[in-house]
């Protein structure tokens, strides 16, 4: 193995140590260049965001600097199912699936686990589509979407709900999306919710 193999798997190491101990928000760049014995240029050399390290830790099917654009690229008609679909497919690997399990069930860290999917899915993915779309209230509506898809998948793929476990894809798209789709429309008032007061 070349040294910069060797490196890369040493960051790679030591990313998914802590965003399982310390969760998506509280692990940074620096603090894994560390762990792993390198200069955090070292780290920006292989990857250029946090996301980016996460997604490669993670072994998950995409990374958001490139996903989002192709979320946002046919505009709002549609966004739920492509929401959807891109969060079961990131699922839909086996590999993937296995270590974001194996993240998710880690003992006494598994609420930090379970965040650091949650953070990332919503801080990385949602809200930056939100943005994107003008949704008013988006800070609260990227956080229902977040916590909906990552509801969906924890329940399909970690817990095993049946029927929802053995329900396929599209069907799951089918009865998932026109809710999410809901949440991402600026012209739906997002019901029974009242914004914070600016101080």
Known sequence: MAQSDDVRTAVLDAAKV????????????KGVAKAAGVAPVVVRRYYNSKDSLFAAAMKLPFDPASAVPTLLA?????????LVRATLELLGDDEAREDL??????GRSAGKAAGSL?????HSVVDRVAASLGVPDARMRSALVSSYLVGIAASRYVLRLEPLASASEDQVVRMVAPMIQDLLDPTKPLKGYTPPKKS
């Open 101 to 106: 399990v194996a993240l998710v069930t880690a």
């Open 74 to 82: 046919p505009g709002l008609d549609g966004m739920g199912e492509r």
């Open 18 to 29: 802590a965003f399982r101990a310390r969760g998506y928000m509280g692990t940074t760049m």
């Open 118 to 122: 949650t953070d990332f899915l919503e």
